[in-house]
């Protein structure tokens, strides 16, 4: 079995994630995320970090990924084009599409594109002009597993790093 590191940033040490218990309505569902992009973990957890005024916490995992997408339904997305961006809109805006997939990855809806993204969900900005913001920008990566089977059986705990 081949294996990814990936990892989680936050305040908390996760040896057992739980899918359920993060927030509703985030980019790819309510699910546990992670990135295999270690400085974006990294940058996340300091934000949070400041925000809960506790120490900034990196999770390392090993990640099965080729073993989940031959059992699971996933969705991967390669860049910031329509069908992420409809997809991001749906699950912020409870559609809760993600409920379709086990495994959904694509880039974050960050402070880089977020302002894209939430002008044209208020109807802001138009669908053409929305793509062609979001095109000057290369995706970052996210991985949000959404199914607990899967975490329990392709995520490994590596490890936690206070940063």
Known sequence: MKE??????????????????????????????VTDIRNQAVTWANNVSRNRKKPAILNCYRLYKENILQEARYKIFKAYDEEWLEFIVGNRTGQELALNYDYVEGGVANDRVVDTVNLYIAGLMDLSIALRELSKHQPNNQICILKQDLINKYLIYDGTEEL
């Open 4 to 33: 990814i590191i990936v990892y989680h940033g936050g305040t908390e040490k996760i040896e057992n994630p739980i899918c359920k218990f993060g927030r509703k309505n985030l980019d790819f569902g309510q699910g546990f995320y």
